[in-house]
């Protein structure tokens, strides 16, 4: 019904333009769409814009999730017991039914409504922008704002926000892998394309896809539900699949009918057995059969998940997508990109060389400032707009502007004449210009790049020949520079032609050395030792040079001597070699934006969950692959924040230390809640059960049963999943895990959980028969059994408002039921006195301390006997998981939490 009701309320999406853009000429495709290169004026843009679609009432959104919670997996078995009860002639029974399925509906309507619409809020702040021409001028306005005919303008890292037909480019790639699964960039062109696959149209970008490199202007042909992306339905996000913590709460909901169904006849059968009339057991069996479902069960996950990214927006962690809190719980392994994420993402012009002295920028000599002059002529022109551009460049400049000089130093009357712009897979910036000596080509790139084509060395004294020898003492001189934790480019120079061509980048000489730094952040070493701390290992993956990124790895302390893979190594290795080298490699050097898409899938094939985190556009591949995808701040390219689930808006990388808590943290919510629950009613078959074969008839009337299960079940457990963490560490979060909190720990807690319950309401049943009548006894259990449950969601939850407020409620509703004549009666109790009520607590305290202390101090009796004899490990007995090695550097290995914390108080 959910899924038809979705459906029924989406949209039809509009009908496909046939007009194949793609195949028509730049100016056909303008001419087409009533619009030129200079935009679209004023009044076009009026008449062609779309009408916004209002947001849908609040009432009418809490109406439809009130609806379809009525159709929740559990509501059959509710549905049927009220038919039951109906069909015996149990119709007040039959309407208290109705009445817990419209309660329960009511509740977890109004929570999935606030979930829905906290998402919305939670994503409603990155609202993309684009450069747009109209009337001949450029401006920035919000994607939602475009219409067709607009002409946008698109650099490096942005987000194609429509689909549009190509006009003009310049070394154009674009990064379609969320729309067609291709991991490598693909190449962009204005001429006419006759392919019929979308992934093969040259002449078209679509929505959502990246600019990897270069510029485009570009004609928007279909917005909105028009495009490519809307009618694929959610393109560019991953498949929706369960996660761990869904499993397991489906896998709960699956035993429920048949443990509902087994309560049911267990009370009609022992009834019988003791030979009660069948018309006068059914309906206490039906209303056993209902209090036993955990109506709340399915929305507990949603829930904690929302609360949990509610937590973290607060904290600087804008969650994008709920589901990734979970998947944030079990990452293992971080793989990092060094420059932004863990540096402070502010390139800034260092020192110079010509390759002998490395001096700092204010303390340069003329022949290293000269250096510079070069690296600017090889440099994109300077920029009028600082943060659309390269920082390396920008540091450059600014560099520059410090020390007054420009491009004309060392080659007067020097103007450009054309270039070939940087890119990842080409590794250098190439200009040529034009100046009083005649045309100039002035290139700057990475030195294992340009040192193998310099043929020359230019020095102070003259040119030298550039020998084997010569050529091997510059690589060495660059590492030597990169083991300082400096970024280094080689700049070089030879005579031109007026083209730029890779084939022409030969016969250069060697100008020198720019030297290069992005500070380290000053608290990412504590954030990643915290990380580590928690058995998730780092992995730095950087474009720097294999030294530089080993110096910058050693600073943040992530080994003493790290293992450097650099990507020329990694493109020679196959996918078998490539695995088995992964547990030994702390740093990626010289990587390009393909190979880390190959390192996080390598690490997924190896069985790692995998969080990848990054700023660039040419991290957006990866953060996209990664089990979890984290984007840096607003700094971050557009393509990095469209392809992450988490996006730290504060820019701190301790931020991550938070949420990796929240989502350790999650398992162990999830499980209290779901032991309350599931426990809770297991509790309450129990005692019926028991209770009813001792005494002959069941020890609560139907309903009294239902009040506990109104009383009892959704609101408790949702308080529970809502709380915040009371253990914010991740050293005390390290065990938790699918298997750590939702396997064998989870089984155990309902077992004592329901135990407890059944233990409070027997005992309160068992002294009130000795002392007073049947009825007397009966409201005297039903104190009880309400009392223990929640006094354990007391001893979970702690004294936060939401669990103190659903237990202060419960309470005050069941006492003026209890004590009120006409209720009392409806509901088949009687008031209670003194004597009753002190019968009823000090069952749930004894029950609840119980439940509380004895399992500890069975866990440290264990703990004692295997230090003592060696017989016993806990794990073993509790079927518990071996923590993980990496979580326990440093720390006591062995034991429970209360015996290891008393062990490092003795030393």
């Given amino acids: 019904y959910r899924i038809c009701g979705e459906l029924h309320r989406k949209p039809l999406p509009p009908p496909r333009d046939p007009t194949p853009w793609h195949a028509l000429d730049p100016e056909g495709a303008l001419a087409r769409l009533g619009t030129s290169r200079e935009g679209l004026d004023r009044r076009a843009v009026a008449a062609r814009r779309r009408t916004p679609q209002s947001r849908k009432s609040a009432v009418f959104e809490l109406g439809s999730a009130i609806t379809d919670e009525l159709f929740s997996p559990l509501a059959p078995l509710l549905a049927a017991g009220a038919a039951l009860s109906a069909a015996v002639g149990s119709l007040a029974d039959a309407a208290m039914v109705g009445g817990v399925v419209g309660v329960n509906a009511l509740v977890g309507g109004a929570q999935r409504f606030r979930t829905e619409r906290a998402i919305t809020d939670l994503t409603r702040s990155s609202r993309r922008k684009v450069a747009v021409r109209r009337d001949g001028h450029v401006t920035e306005i919000d994607a939602e704002e475009l219409v067709k005919g607009d002409i946008v303008l698109l650099a490096a890292g942005d987000v194609v926000p429509a689909d549009c037909r190509v006009i003009e480019t310049d070394s154009l790639e674009v990064d379609a892998s969320g729309l067609t699964g291709e991991s490598l960039p693909v190449r962009k062109a204005a001429e006419p394309c006759f392919e019929d696959s979308v992934s093969d149209r040259s002449s078209m970008l679509y929505e959502g896809t990246s600019i990897a490199s270069g510029h485009v202007t570009a004609c928007v042909v279909a917005v909105g539900q028009e495009t490519e992306a809307r009618r694929g339905g959610a393109a560019f996000r991953r498949t929706a699949v369960d996660t761990g913590v869904e499993r397991r709460m489906r896998d709960l909901i699956d035993l429920t009918g048949p443990v509902a169904f087994a309560a049911g006849v267990g009370v009609v059968g022992s009834g019988l057995l003791r030979g009660r009339k069948l018309e006068d057991l059914v309906g206490t069996g039906v209303s056993l059969a209902v209090a036993s479902v955990p109506e709340g069960l399915p929305l507990l996950a949603t829930a904690a998940q929302l609360a949990a990214a509610k937590r973290l927006s607060v904290r600087g962690a ?30 800034e012009l260092a020192a110079l060389s010509d390759g002998e002295l490395l001096e700092p920028l204010a303390e340069a000599a003329p022949e290293r400032r000269r250096v510079l002059g070069a690296a600017l002529r090889a440099s994109p022109q300077a920029p009028g707009d600082w943060s659309r551009s390269d920082p390396t460049d920008v540091a450059l400049w600014r560099g520059a502007r410090r020390l007054d000089i420009s491009p004309l130093d060392g080659c007067p009357g020097w103007r450009r004449v054309s270039e070939l712009p940087f890119e990842a897979g080409r590794g250098y910036h190439a200009v040529v210009g034009h100046g009083a000596a005649g045309m100039m080509l002035s290139v700057k790139g990475a030195p294992e790049v340009l040192l193998e084509r310099c043929v020359r060395w230019r020095t102070a004294d003259g040119e030298r020949e550039l020998d084997a020898e010569l050529g091997g003492h510059l690589a060495r001189r660059a590492t030597e520079i990169a083991r300082r934790g400096l970024r280094v480019l080689a700049v070089a120079e030879s005579t031109g032609d007026g083209a730029v061509d890779p084939t022409i980048l030969e016969d250069l000489t060697f100008v020198g050395f720019i030297a290069l730094r992005d500070p380290v952040r000053p608290t990412a070493r504590q954030a990643l030792a915290a990380i580590r701390s928690a058995g998730v290992g780092t992995v730095m993956i950087t474009g720097d040079h294999p030294s530089t990124a080993h110096a910058i790895a050693v600073e943040l302390g992530l080994a003493a001597d790290p293992e450097v893979m650099s990507g020329t190594e990694l493109s020679q290795l196959t996918d078998a070699e490539l695995d088995a080298r992964l547990p030994d490699v702390t740093v990626f050097a010289r990587v390009t934006p393909s190979q880390k898409v190959r390192i996080v899938r390598a690490l997924q094939r190896v069985g790692r969950t995998v969080a990848m985190v990054g700023d660039g556009s040419n991290d957006a591949p990866a953060i996209r692959l990664a089990n979890v995808g984290v984007a840096i701040g607003h700094h971050s390219s557009e393509a990095a ?33 779901v032991s309350i629950l599931v426990g809770g009613n297991l509790g309450e ?113 702690g004294l936060t408002p939401m669990v103190l407020g659903t237990n202060v409620l419960s309470v005050t509703t069941l006492a003026a039921i209890v004590q009120t004549p006409g209720l009392s009666r409806l509901f088949g109790c009687r008031p209670l006195g003194p004597v009753g009520w002190g019968i009823a607590l000090a069952s749930s305290a004894a029950a609840t301390a119980a439940g509380t202390f004895v399992p500890p101090l069975v866990e440290d009796w264990l703990y004692r006997t295997r230090r003592e004899d060696g017989p016993l490990w806990i794990p073993e007995i509790l079927h518990l998981p071996e923590p993980p090695v990496a979580a326990l550097e440093g720390e006591i290995a062995e034991g429970p939490p209360s015996a290891r914390g008393r062990l490092e108080g003795d030393g």
């Fill in 641 to 673: 924040r469209n392809a992450a689930d988490v996006v730290l808006t504060d820019e701190r990388i301790e931020t991550l230390v938070d949420a990796i808590a929240e989502g350790r943290a999650l398992w162990i919510s999830v499980r209290d809640a």
């Fill in 685 to 797: 078959i129990g005692f019926t059960l028991l209770a009813g074969l001792l005494a002959g008839r069941p020890p609560l009337s139907a309903r009294q049963l239902l009040l506990v299960n109104v009383l009892t079940d959704v609101a408790p457990a949702m308080a529970i999943a809502l709380k915040p963490p009371s253990r914010q560490t991740l050293e005390a979060l390290a065990h938790e895990g699918p298997e750590a909190s939702l396997g064998a720990p989870l089984t155990r807690d309902i077992g004592v959980r329901a135990l407890v319950t059944a233990s409070g309401a027997g005992a309160a049943w068992t002294a009130a028969r000795l002392m007073g009548d049947r009825k007397g006894a009966s409201t005297t259990a039903l104190l009880a059994l309400v009392g223990t449950q929640l006094g354990q969601t007391l001893a979970s939850g």
């Fill in 318 to 347: 804008l969650v994008r997508n709920a589901r990734s809190i979970e998947a944030l719980g079990r990452v293992d392994t971080l793989c990092v990109d060094k420059t932004g994420t863990v540096t402070e993402g502010r390139i």
